[in-house]
């Protein structure tokens, strides 16, 4: 049962009046012009541009697809409006994106909660271009030259080659055009925030056949953090990004891409750690020089072949990830006799291999009575990590620092296949298994040169786990009309096992088992006043169980273990409008209840001379706001002689929620605005934009550090110019 609505607060009800009556406006605008919609630039109706997702692995509408997905396309991306994996989750209903060891998405809460820790994988898959990105820190710093980004909400068992108990996000890459284009892009604004960005789409060949885009970025992004104990102000992040992609068609018939992709991240803001009330002051208080230096980069190649029957593809794939991390260990300038100056650092190496090959009908979707479509895969994954986390003393040398160690090898292979069938003229019923085998491999050790042995006795130790699963998926879509369907599924999927870079208190390896995840849902999509809106909605029902969590063995050390189970139930509304020829509105809700049903462990307590226990059973899930809404509105006006103006605001609510299971600590509820207008001639573009106008106060990061709370400030108000120019 959902919870009762009548226990809002005042500023929820201030809430749902404005999104009330923004509904209200736009649909009254929708039904007036209904009755004599004026005409497009076209000569036709005014109707909402389609769509084209490929969140299951195929192309088809967004309105036609019978799953829970968000989607921003080319032109929401820029550093006004999507610009970070942070912005996108902020569109989408029940999404949270969350940085801690790396960039990583919550969705309906579920995500993962170990994330603390060396090699960590994500409950939520992210996929750049449909090639699996392993890790928190291989995630992008930036969403840099997309033309769509796909959120892609619950359990999927099917579609993807590799595991997502909470869902996907796909990143889809701007790809080469037939025509020569250059583009330049500069931006500039408070502290000396800015963008330099230039690319550039050529044919390689006189017929067209083979095309070429090349891209790069430049961006300093400041804190908005003033560090009171050395007077540096606003320490930046620099980043570098750059693709270059190439496509083509052999005599075969064959189409070829192949994409090459980097980001080097210099980031010297990680002096933003602060307890929380220097924190919502944008200060901190930090003596040791911080520093995180992160540098990613991937190649594809992908082989499109139709055969008679079916088509083909192959995707092969190479990513690595390198980090160095070193900040300061104690978060103040001011140690005490209980808490001297400390130091903590990671360092961490990832190569990914993964090979995927996919086989289809050559009817991706189904019409006819009796028809069917399908599509199966093959995919293999190798990894390679060795990496270290250390802690010690502020002036033991790097050399000479307590540190624990990982080295880990792991393989994984998955087959998986579904299909579609057209039972009748209306109804049609899908299903799909996924198989998976996982291996992983791993040499543990903690060592501690200084002797001061910050991470327990030092020790060494090897460990091997294995793990399979079956993943099964059964639905049905029933399509009332050519606008309206609807949909129900049920799906299963799992988080494989693995080895932590932790020993338990026996002295033996961390490891721990895989979790898995039921999710049932049912939806709803229409469009209606003549194609001119369009609305979706989602129940759904997640039970998450044998969740890897971190769980302490003494009062300092922790470990990681299939500690609890949660469960995760709502709603999700989306809602999409061409009010006019120049206004055009978007619109999500999310409604999330979520809790830990069992969560509880005991460790002994040296301290407390006894046994601790600790229950967290009946607390939310972290990063899991019971409500969640976006509202924007896009305007355009094209002018005489080619010129246009435009504008756009967002408002992105998020309902107050907490970082961890045990929920000491609640985020206040956040309200953003953000606002942008526009002028565009001769290919020239000029866009004066402000991000949260509104100064709101409010953490990106947040944990316990002992008995403190200790968190980073997310930036404050705003501004800034953008150039661009196409030619």
């Known amino acids: 049962m959902l919870r009762d609505f009548s226990g809002f607060s005042l500023s929820r009800t201030r809430l749902r009046r404005l999104l009330g009556s923004a509904a209200s406006i736009a649909l009254s605008a929708s039904l007036a012009q209904a009755q004599d919609a004026p005409a497009a630039s076209g000569g036709g ?61 919550v969705i309906r809460g579920v995500g993962s909660q170990s994330i603390q820790g060396l090699n960590s994988e994500v409950g939520v898959g992210i996929f750049l271009d449909g090639v699996y990105v392993g890790r928190p820190d291989s995630a992008p710093e930036f969403l840099f030259d997309l033309e769509r980004a796909e959120i892609v909400r619950g359990t999927q068992s099917s579609i993807y080659g590799r595991n997502t108990i909470g869902g996907a996000v796909n990143l889809i890459s701007r790809r080469p055009g037939e025509e020569p284009l250059t583009e330049l892009e500069f931006t500039y604004g408070t502290d000396g925030l800015g963008r330099a960005k230039v690319a550039f789409d050529r044919p390689l060949t006189d017929d067209g056949r083979w095309l070429s885009r090349t891209a790069l970025a430049f961006t300093r992004a400041p804190d908005g953090i003033d560090n009171i104990a050395t007077g540096e102000d606003d320490r930046v992040l620099e980043a ?104 903590q650092g990671r360092e961490q190496e990832l190569r990914q291999f993964s090979q995927e090959f996919r086989i289809g009908s050559f009817n991706r979707t189904v019409e006819e009575v009796g028809e069917i479509s399908w599509n199966a895969g093959l995919f293999l994954l190798a990894e390679r990590f060795d990496g270290f986390e250390s802690f010690d003393l502020a002036f033991v040398p790097s050399d000479l620092v307590s540190r624990n160690n990982l080295e880990n090898d792991s393989t994984a292979a998955s087959l998986y296949g579904n299909a579609t069938w057209q039972a009748t003229e209306n109804l049609s019923v899908f299903g799909g298994l996924r198989y998976t085998y996982e291996e992983s491999d791993a040499d543990v050790e903690v060592s501690s040169p200084s002797g001061t042995d910050f991470f327990g006795t030092p020790m060494a130790g090897s460990e091997k786990v294995t793990s399979d699963n079956l993943s099964p998926e059964i639905g ?247 150039v661009s120019r196409e030619f």
């Open 45 to 105: 109706v005014i109707v909402l541009d389609p769509i084209i997702v490929t969140a299951r692995r195929v192309e088809e509408e967004l309105g036609e697809a019978p799953v829970a997905v968000s989607v921003q396309t080319e032109e929401d991306f820029s550093f006004e409006k999507v610009d970070e994996p942070a912005d996108l989750a902020n569109r989408a209903p029940n999404v949270i994106a969350f940085d801690s060891n790396g960039q990583s998405f």
């Open 240 to 343: 570098l990004n750059g693709r270059f992609t190439v496509t083509g068609e052999l005599d075969s018939g064959a189409e070829i891409t192949f994409s090459l992709d980097l980001e080097s991240v210099d980031d010297k803001s990680l002096g933003g750690f602060a307890t929380l009330d220097l924190a919502f002051d944008k200060k901190s208080d930090l003596d040791f020089p911080g520093r995180r230096q992160d540098d990613r980069a991937g190649a594809f190649l992908r082989i499109d072949q139709d055969f008679s029957g079916f088509w083909f593809q192959s995707t092969t794939s190479i990513r690595g990830t390198d980090q160095d991390l070193f900040l300061d260990g104690d978060f103040t300038s001011t140690p005490t006799a209980t808490l001297p100056a400390l130091q």
């Open 476 to 722: 049905l879509t029933y399509r009332f009309d050519d606008e309206t369907l609807a949909f129900a599924r049920v799906t299963s999927g799992f988080k494989s096992g693995g080895i932590a870079q932790f020993f338990n208190a026996d002295g033996s390896v961390n490891t721990f088992d895989d979790e898995t995840a039921w999710t049932y849902e049912i939806g709803f999509k229409t469009e209606f006043l003549g194609g001119r809106a369009a609305i979706d909605v989602t129940a759904f029902y997640t039970d998450w169980s044998d969740l890897q969590a971190n769980v302490f063995i003494s009062d300092i050390q922790r470990v990681t273990a299939n500690a609890a189970s949660a469960e995760s139930k709502g709603i999700e509304i989306g809602l999409d409008s061409q009010l006019s020829e120049e206004l055009r509105l978007r619109a999500a809700y999310g409604f999330l209840d979520t809790e830990f049903t069992d969560f509880e462990f005991t460790f002994f307590s040296f301290g407390a001379g006894t046994n601790i226990t600790q229950d967290f059973s009946g607390n939310p899930l972290p990063l899991a706001p019971e409500h969640t809404a976006t509202l924007t509105l896009d305007w355009e006006r094209e002018l005489r002689n080619g010129r246009i103006i435009g504008a756009s605001g967002t408002y992105t609510y998020r309902d107050r929620y907490t970082f961890d299971p045990e929920g000491a600590y609640r985020q206040p509820e956040t309200h953003i605005l953000d606002a942008s207008v526009s002028y565009e001639q001769d290919g020239w573009t000029a866009t004066l934009w402000g991000n949260n106008l509104t100064d709101e106060d409010y953490l990106t990061n947040y944990f316990r550090f002992g008995t403190t709370d200790v968190g980073i400030a997310a930036r404050g108000r705003t501004f800034g110019v953008t």
